[in-house]
């Protein structure tokens, strides 16, 4: 507690960044500090997981130590101690959790084990004070492509989500093929916006399919067999095109999402979300009086915020995990998944 308010410490390592992050009652951040492993993973054109949980270790304690001397607290200020729990990559996971777990022992405070999926949608709330339950969550990550119906904390019906490849596997797979580089969805982005000839050069998507699943694998190989059969196509077009193609389907699944079930609350978040065109379309989208949410990019790719403001909605409702909870390479929650 400091100056009155609930001072909650936030901890992320599920993939390849390590973050921690500092909340004063629920909303306002004092610090979030991210350590991104990127330049380590780049030489292998992705994560390697053994190097990733190494990585975390070797980080976690100095990124604490930031988080709360740029927030100004210590640790006799904290009041819980959330830490994401699930999904991830099981040795990553293993880093931020068991920290939280020795924060939350020694200084007798409360630990809340977080979904990460949650945890990215409910990054919306720190930038928007009116945000309230029920919305539509559509989750861009670089690991999941799904599309909630959100009612309340650990309350998410999945509506769909992808049969194959996520949409940043597809970024960054499309961006392997045409070796520009790791992570894939920065520099497609980057590449697109700068295409002078912007033409339709793959089909849309699912487009005779009902329902919310997404589908990114025929996009991907339809992309890499034009690339095979053009060796000179300008690769800023083919970003465009591929681009348009994958947010197209997004756009539409989600906006009929919003209207077959009334809500009109859209909240777009994971680190597929920090994209231009995405947010620009979005944006240009909202017709029928659907507001669209979209946290800053720094909120949109994994960091400790998200994890300490999802913390503060369980610490308010005083639900909170034992000293024996585990990680989990799966999403487990107590609606449907
Ligand atoms: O949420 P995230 O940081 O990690 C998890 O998967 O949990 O998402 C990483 C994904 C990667 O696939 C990356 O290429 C993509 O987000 N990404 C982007 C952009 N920035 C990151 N995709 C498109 N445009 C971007 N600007």
């Given at each position: 507690m400091k100056n009155g308010k609930i001072i909650g410490l936030g901890l992320e390592s599920s993939c390849d960044e390590t973050a921690a992050a500092v909340l004063s009652g629920g909303r306002d951040l004092l610090s979030n500090i991210i350590y991104s492993q990127i330049d380590i993973h780049k030489v292998y054109e992705g994560v390697v997981p053994e190097i990733a949980s190494r990585a975390h270790l070797e980080m976690i304690n100095t990124i604490i130590a930031a988080s709360l001397n740029d927030a100004d607290?210590?640790?006799?200020?904290?009041?819980y101690v959330a830490a994401t729990?699930?999904?991830?990559l099981v040795g990553s996971l293993l880093i931020a959790l068991q920290s939280a777990k020795a924060i939350s022992y020694v200084q007798n405070i409360p630990l809340i084990a977080v979904n990460h999926l949650e945890a990215h949608l409910f990054a919306s709330f720190i930038e928007n004070r009116d945000l309230s339950f029920p919305f539509i969550g559509m989750l861009v990550s670089g690991g999941n492509t799904a599309l909630y119906k959100v009612t309340g904390p650990g309350e998410m019906e999945l509506l769909g989500r992808s049969t194959d490849d996520s949409i940043g596997e597809a970024y960054d797979k499309v961006s392997k093929f045409m070796n520009c580089?790791?992570?894939g969805g920065p520099v497609i982005d980057r590449m697109a916006a700068e295409a002078t000839v912007r033409k339709n050069l793959f089909p849309r998507m699912?487009?005779?399919?009902?329902?919310?699943d997404f589908s990114y694998s025929g996009l991907k190989t339809a992309v890499i067999n034009y690339l095979k059969a053009n060796p000179d196509a300008d690769l800023r077009e083919v970003a465009w095109a591929f681009q348009e193609s994958a947010l197209e389907l997004l756009i539409r699944r989600v906006f009929a999402a919003s209207q077959n079930t009334g809500i009109k609350t859209i909240v777009v978040a994971g680190?597929?979300?920090?994209?231009s065109r995405l947010r620009q379309l979005f944006k240009e989208a909202a017709g029928n009086g659907e507001k669209v949410i979209i946290p800053s990019p720094v909120l949109c790719t994994d960091n400790g915020a998200m994890v300490a403001c999802t913390g503060s909605f369980y610490y308010s409702r005083g639900e909170f995990s034992a000293l024996d909870a585990d990680v989990s390479p799966r999403v487990h929650c107590r609606k449907v998944y």
């Open positions: 607290v210590s640790f006799d200020d904290l009041d729990a699930r999904p991830g580089g790791y992570p699912l487009v005779r399919t009902e329902g919310y680190g597929v979300a920090a994209n």
